[in-house]
């Protein structure tokens, strides 16, 4: 059958803190995610400071075609970044999609008092945040952070496999410019709940490869009891439109 | 990588089922739950998600008893007795207040009650603890399946605890629910336990798992759930149209290896399922 079209809103590909350099290039990656288009998180993000990931990033994204990159955030005073206007200036030339809050190696909580300036220049700049919740950071601290930015555009993904409505469901009413990665939402009858409750334009496909199967995603959303139109904004549309006006306007 | 090119895929894909590959549902829950809502909150509205994806089958026990114990078991035969032949309900083992007598009086005595489960974790009580003799011993002569939770490690569920059940026991369908989440582990378990199976709950989320069991030769001792419903058949489907395992393997795991155990244990067929059993 021909292959489903797809704009991924999370990968994986780096060194993990502690690991091995990946075997495969980030095109090899992208490749067996079956994804012709892709975020990328790249893991060194995770142990090495923001002036040395982002040349890397830069570089492998340059050379690798669909691939969108994200810088590290972590406020710009003590100096260890420029501040997010200067940098912004670089992501169309670069495909920056956007930044990535990580939370755990570099000992800052996401409260919005830290970053009350890098939000404020996103919110301005339309630059999206992506926000990975996992063990560790809180979803309160997204709440905080959207009352103060309520212009903000995040991309919500959760490392949380248990069905979680209870929490999900009210920050996505709460907060319009909160869209979801659906990697780690398995839970039985959620696209089609998402889709009644959210539409189909917040919701965006993402695989969390080599860590999780893509099949997994394609077959809910493939399989799912809504429109064409809606699996399409699901697919792909969504994250062109999100980072359309940041890195891809010739998307 | 998704397998794109298996006639499989794409019936999966384009209308959510495969009228050839059917799916029986080894380890299913039922109704809401406390600790985390499920959207799929009726037993009515499970049939339709197992409908949706050719799942003619589920063998299930409540969130209720798990927690609640033996008051709760006759709702769950009850969900069963309203769908007739879609349900086999598994007696729940609720520890510490387990009563073999009487949970085998209910399952004789209920004809949709055709197992146990047992979940050490939850009531920490080892499955290998004496209390339990009599409920292996019944299921054993029978060749009752029993589904166990399992996870790596555990004092009351985990790989240990599983040898010792089975080092005693050869008769009884182990299902390890879970798969201990080890894959050496499991692995050489399964090597040296013709009569135990991998259930691929919270397995199929990480990649590698299954594609490490098939490539063991492990494929006929597999069984498909997702912990309805917790999780969507879609997403587990999905995921093993991307490993890396063939369409045959996943005929396998999703009708033919529980229809063996049922046939074995002598499990009434559900009509709708008869005509695969000698595949």
Same mark, same amino acid.
């Given at each position: 059958?021909?292959?489903?079209?797809?704009?991924?809103?999370?990968?994986?590909?780096?060194?993990?803190?502690?690991?091995?350099?990946?075997?495969?290039?980030?095109?090899?990656?992208?490749?067996?995610?079956?994804?012709?288009?892709?975020?990328?998180?790249?893991?060194?993000?995770?142990?090495?400071?923001?002036?040395?990931?982002?040349?890397?990033?830069?570089?492998?994204?340059?050379?690798?075609?669909?691939?969108?990159?994200?810088?590290?955030?972590?406020?710009?005073?003590?100096?260890?970044?420029?501040?997010?206007?200067?940098?912004?200036?670089?992501?169309?030339?670069?495909?920056?999609?956007?930044?990535?809050?990580?939370?755990?190696?570099?000992?800052?909580?996401?409260?919005?008092?830290?970053?009350?300036?890098?939000?404020?220049?996103?919110?301005?700049?339309?630059?999206?945040?992506?926000?990975?919740?996992?063990?560790?950071?809180?979803?309160?601290?997204?709440?905080?952070?959207?009352?103060?930015?309520?212009?903000?555009?995040?991309?919500?993904?959760?490392?949380?496999?248990?069905?979680?409505?209870?929490?999900?469901?009210?920050?996505?009413?709460?907060?319009?410019?909160?869209?979801?990665?659906?990697?780690?939402?398995?839970?039985?009858?959620?696209?089609?709940?998402?889709?009644?409750?959210?539409?189909?334009?917040?919701?965006?496909?993402?695989?969390?490869?080599?860590?999780?199967?893509?099949?997994?995603?394609?077959?809910?959303?493939?399989?799912?009891?809504?429109?064409?139109?809606?699996?399409?904004?699901?697919?792909?549309?969504?994250?062109?439109?999100?980072?359309?006006?940041?890195?891809?306007?010739?998307? | 990588?998704?397998?794109?090119?298996?006639?499989?895929?794409?019936?999966?894909?384009?209308?959510?089922?495969?009228?050839?590959?059917?799916?029986?549902?080894?380890?299913?829950?039922?109704?809401?739950?406390?600790?985390?809502?499920?959207?799929?909150?009726?037993?009515?509205? +499970?049939?339709? +998600?197992?409908?949706?994806?050719?799942?003619?089958?589920?063998?299930?026990?409540?969130?209720?008893?798990?927690?609640?114990?033996?008051?709760?078991?006759?709702?769950?035969?009850?969900?069963?007795?309203?769908?007739?032949?879609?349900?086999? +309900?598994?007696?729940?083992?609720?520890?510490?207040?387990?009563?073999?007598?009487?949970?085998?009086?209910?399952?004789?005595?209920?004809?949709?009650?055709?197992?146990?489960?047992?979940?050490?974790?939850?009531?920490?009580?080892?499955?290998?603890?004496?209390?339990?003799?009599?409920?292996?011993?019944?299921?054993?002569?029978?060749?009752?399946?029993?589904?166990?939770?399992?996870?790596?490690?555990?004092?009351?569920?985990?790989?240990?605890?599983?040898?010792?059940?089975?080092?005693?026991?050869?008769?009884?369908?182990?299902?390890?629910?879970?798969?201990?989440?080890?894959?050496?582990?499991?692995?050489?378990?399964?090597?040296?336990?013709?009569?135990?199976?991998?259930?691929?709950?919270?397995?199929?989320?990480?990649?590698?798992?299954?594609?490490?069991?098939?490539?063991?030769?492990?494929?006929?001792?597999?069984?498909?759930?997702?912990?309805?419903?917790?999780?969507?058949?879609?997403?587990?489907?999905?995921?093993?149209?991307?490993?890396?395992?063939?369409?045959?393997?996943?005929?396998?795991?999703?009708?033919?290896?529980?229809?063996?155990?049922?046939?074995?244990?002598?499990?009434?067929?559900?009509?709708?399922?008869?005509?695969?059993?000698?595949?």
């Amino acid at each position: 059958m021909e292959k489903i079209q797809v704009f991924d809103a999370r990968m994986l590909y780096g060194r993990p803190y502690l690991g091995a350099e990946p075997e495969l290039t980030l095109a090899e990656t992208m490749r067996d995610a079956e994804a012709e288009r892709a975020v990328v998180v790249h893991r060194e993000m995770g142990w090495l400071p923001p002036c040395r990931t982002m040349p890397m990033v830069a570089e492998r994204t340059a050379k690798t075609e669909g691939a969108y990159g994200l810088y590290l955030l972590l406020p710009t005073q003590p100096g260890e970044m420029p501040p997010v206007e200067e940098l912004a200036k670089t992501f169309k030339r670069d495909k920056i999609a956007g930044f990535y809050l990580y939370q755990e190696s570099f000992n800052v909580p996401y409260h919005p008092t830290m970053f009350r300036d890098e939000f404020t220049a996103c919110e301005k700049l339309s630059i999206p945040i992506f926000y990975h919740r996992d063990g560790k950071n809180s979803f309160e601290y997204l709440a905080e952070i959207m009352e103060r930015h309520p212009k903000l555009k995040v991309v919500l993904s959760v490392n949380e496999e248990w069905p979680n409505a209870r929490k999900i469901y009210p920050l996505m009413k709460a907060y319009p410019g909160i869209s979801l990665c659906l990697s780690e939402h398995v839970w039985m009858g959620a696209i089609e709940d998402l889709v009644e409750k959210f539409g189909s334009k917040r919701l965006l496909y993402s695989s969390s490869y080599p860590a999780r199967y893509p099949g997994g995603t394609v077959m809910m959303v493939a399989a799912a009891n809504i429109t064409q139109e809606d699996k399409q904004n699901i697919f792909y549309k969504n994250m062109e439109a999100l980072i359309g006006g940041i890195a891809c306007d010739s998307l | 990588m998704i397998r794109y090119d298996s006639p499989l895929a794409e019936e999966f894909l384009t209308t959510g089922k495969c009228e050839s590959c059917p799916i029986i549902d080894m380890h299913a829950h039922m109704f809401d739950n406390a600790g985390c809502n499920m959207l799929v909150d009726t037993t009515a509205k +499970q049939v339709a +998600q197992m409908d949706k994806n050719n799942v003619p089958l589920a063998f299930m026990v409540s969130h209720d008893v798990l927690y609640g114990g033996f008051p709760y078991m006759e709702a769950d035969h009850k969900a069963a007795e309203a769908f007739p032949g879609r349900f086999y +309900q598994y007696v729940g083992v609720f520890d510490p207040d387990c009563d073999p007598k009487r949970d085998i009086d209910f399952l004789e005595s209920h004809k949709y009650a055709v197992g146990f489960k047992f979940h050490g974790d939850t009531y920490g009580v080892s499955i290998a603890d004496p209390s339990h003799e009599l409920y292996y011993a019944y299921a054993d002569e029978r060749k009752l399946p029993i589904l166990f939770h399992t996870w790596c490690g555990s004092r009351c569920d985990g790989e240990g605890e599983a040898e010792k059940v089975l080092r005693k026991w050869h008769n009884f369908p182990f299902i390890a629910g879970h798969s201990f989440q080890r894959i050496e582990e499991s692995i050489e378990l399964c090597k040296a336990y013709p009569n135990l199976y991998l259930e691929l709950t919270a397995v199929l989320s990480k990649r590698g798992m299954v594609d490490a069991y098939v490539k063991a030769g492990l494929s006929d001792r597999i069984l498909f759930g997702v912990d309805a419903p917790w999780f969507s058949y879609e997403f587990g489907i999905g995921a093993l149209l991307s490993a890396d395992i063939s369409d045959e393997d996943i005929r396998n795991i999703l009708y033919r290896n529980p229809l063996r155990i049922m046939k074995e244990a002598n499990i009434e067929i559900p009509e709708s399922l008869k005509k695969f059993v000698n595949e």
